[in-house]
């Protein structure tokens, strides 16, 4: 359980960002003043207000928690196939609420002229929008910035300043991240995505579920016909056909 809410814990903090926080300040803002679907008309702009700003609120709280809950189940899925389900899954549970909370604000005298469907479609379509716009506008590395003093996936596990990885390993739905100090962390995570978050620490993948720092590596030897690396702390970790390729490059395996 302890393992699950850490997973839970990062996954929030890769979602929710004072970018999220003040592009829904603004789109509440900017929705309640245009006052869509016959809210400028029947509403002032304080009702508007309140009653867009919960609405962007309460869909970027269900949007949080399906991905949450499809971040475990599609674990090993490419990344667009988690993000096409939440979208799904958005607009398929927040069009129904937002038709149902209307008539119930309005004694069943809908505030807005949306159907079920046509609020499941516009949730839709809004949720792909903002979600190909937080990808156009992912930060990147400017070209000549300082290196990183430490791996990134090393601040997502609060880990100890001056320690560094040594192995990572796919757990089902969460990874395993060992560093030098010789702790041992257990995160909802994909490997690729955490392969992304390593800026410093030289190291390869031996196999599509084990990543090994570099210097870590103490040889490359066979077991059972097969190639398998250890590490100076005592461990084996298993070499598979499609990665001997990088071994070969680094000089730890003969072609």
């Known amino acids: ?17 004072g970018s999220l926080l003040f592009g829904w300040a603004i789109t509440t803002f900017v929705v309640a003043l245009s006052g869509p679907f016959g809210t400028f008309e029947t509403q002032t702009f304080a009702w508007r207000l309140v009653y867009w700003g919960c609405l962007i609120a309460v869909a970027i709280l269900i949007a949080l928690a399906w991905r949450l809950f499809w971040r475990q189940i599609l674990a090993a899925r490419p990344e667009w196939v988690e993000d096409v389900a939440v979208i799904l899954s958005l607009g398929l549970t927040f069009g129904p609420l937002v038709v149902e ?4 604000l309005t004694g069943g005298l809908s505030v807005t002229s949306l159907s079920w469907h046509m609020t499941v479609g516009i949730t839709i379509c809004v949720g792909a929008g903002i979600l190909v716009l937080r990808r156009w506008m992912a930060p990147t590395a400017p070209a000549g910035s300082a290196a990183p003093s430490r791996d990134r996936l090393l601040d997502r596990i609060d880990a100890p300043d001056g320690v560094r990885l040594t192995r990572i390993s796919s757990d089902n739905h969460h990874i395993r991240i060992c560093t030098d100090d010789g702790a041992e962390y257990r995160i909802l995570m994909r490997l690729r995505d955490a392969l992304g978050e390593i800026d410093v620490e030289p190291g390869l993948c031996t196999h599509r579920s084990h990543w090994v720092a570099l210097r870590w590596i103490i040889l490359v030897d066979e077991t059972g016909g097969k190639p398998v690396v250890r590490t100076t702390c005592g461990s084996s970790v298993p070499v598979g056909p499609k990665y001997r390729g990088e071994l070969v490059n680094a000089g730890l395996l003969a072609a």
């Open 1 to 17: 359980m302890e393992e699950r809410a850490k997973g839970a814990v990062a996954t929030v903090k890769s979602v929710v960002t």
């Open 101 to 104: 909370f209307n008539s119930w």
